[in-house]
């Protein structure tokens, strides 16, 4: 085997241009503030999917309280219902208080 010598042409290799590395660079803010403004476009988003399910399980308390609170309400005004009868408050009036129905001789009318 002979050693032999390579010779090269004048041409050299061919390298990356100073002008493809340069474009790379100045693209660099771009692509920043777009990954930026894709995050906090995201954070936001997640951020209003997590408040719509809370005020969503809020208005399900709610209205669970409300239907409560209007059971509530029918059964007090039945229990003002049944102690505004008549016959209860002349029952407590005779047992409790003593009173009797007034005689025609009480009865004054106002004219």
């Known amino acids: ?10 041409v050299a290799a061919p390298t990356k241009s100073a ?5 790379r ?3 660099f803010p771009y692509l ?3 990954m930026a403004m894709v995050t906090v476009v995201s954070i936001f988003h997640v951020w209003s ?4 399910i809370d005020l969503n399980l809020q208005i399900v308390g709610t209205n669970g309280s409300y239907k409560e609170q209007q059971q ?3 059964r007090l005004k ?6 505004k009868t008549p016959a209860r408050i002349e029952a407590l009036a005779k047992g409790e208080l ?3 129905m007034p005689t025609e001789q009480q009865v004054v009318v106002v004219k």
């Open 19 to 23: 002008a493809v590395v340069d474009l």
């Open 1 to 10: 085997m002979a050693h032999s010598k390579a010779t090269f042409s004048k």
């Open 32 to 34: 920043t503030a777009v």
């Open 78 to 83: 039945l229990e003002v219902a049944s102690l």
């Open 49 to 52: 999917r997590v408040k719509v």
């Open 72 to 74: 509530e309400n029918k």
């Open 98 to 100: 003593g009173m009797t």
């Open 25 to 27: 660079w100045s693209s």
